[in-house]
């Protein structure tokens, strides 16, 4: 029975060693990674059959140079994330339970379920519109992720706290970034249910910013003051 007792007990402790071991981490993003490369190759594939179906020789007119604008945005949207999937750092504290980490997958990769649908023709202002959005939020999360290193999270964990930069107004500014940059990719997909998934991305991504700040809270005392400092989202409206 001590034998057993100990035996188990080992176990238990090998699997914690394993859940905190940069292999884990790793394993644990393989799945978005992979998905968002999937949608990815597929923008890019997209992309080149729609040149390839353009009238030769090609040539750039208002309308097709803000398509190709607009789905280049996405493009590189897709490639950013991909990226900030990769250089995130290993975390110092999770989220305990299950629903914390489904919340944060479905924010994750929603939103790129948007992309598989069919696209609505755009006009010319829809399509500078979306692109002009992407951007915007391209840049903003480019400033967000500089100022947080490789402190990016996934799931619902803590890493280290930032408070400069972007962060010394908002609390969330990637996540307000990755809103703006989605409304633009809505634009090109302007659809109910696409409009569905915008709705249901939103709601989850509030539902998953509470649950990261319960993680930072528990893990830097000093969270609750900068709390009270600066706006969730938006500087003097929320």
Same mark, same amino acid.
């Given at each position: ?6 035996t ?13 071991s ?5 394993l ?11 949608i ?19 040539a ?24 900030? /999937? ?8 999770k989220?305990?339970g ?6 944060a997958?479905?924010?994750a ?19 500078i ?20 290193g490789?402190?990016l ?18 609390? /969330?500014?990637?996540y ?8 633009g ?6 659809s ?9 991305h ?13 993680v ?19 500087p003097?409206v929320?």
């Open positions: 029975m001590v034998e057993e007792s100990l188990a007990g080992e176990a238990g402790g090998a699997l914690a060693a394993f859940r905190s940069r292999t884990y981490d790793t644990m993003r393989l799945p978005i990674l992979i998905y968002n490369g999937y990815l190759v597929g923008e890019i594939r997209g992309l080149a059959a729609w040149i390839a179906g353009q009238p030769a020789p090609f750039l007119t208002p309308a097709t140079a803000t398509v190709l604008a607009s789905r280049v945005a996405l493009i590189l949207f897709l490639a950013l994330l991909m990226a900030f /999937h990769l250089v995130r750092r290993r975390p110092v504290a989220a305990r299950l629903l914390p980490r489904l919340v997958l479905a924010g990769t929603l939103t790129l379920a948007m992309i598989l649908l069919d696209r609505t023709p755009g006009s010319i202002a829809v399509n519109a979306s692109a002009a959005l992407i951007l915007i939020g391209n840049y903003v999360s480019i400033v967000a992720v500089m100022s947080l490789r402190s999270s996934i799931m619902p964990e803590a890493r280290r706290l930032v408070t400069s930069g972007p962060y010394r107004f908002v609390r /969330h500014p990637l307000a970034a990755e809103e703006i940059a989605i409304l990719v809505w634009l090109q997909f302007m109910w249910p696409a409009t569905a998934i915008l709705v249901g939103f709601i989850i991504q509030l539902w998953r910013l509470s649950f990261e700040e319960a930072l809270r528990e893990s830097f005392p000093e969270y609750d003051a900068y709390a009270r400092q600066t706006a969730r989202l938006i003097g929320y």
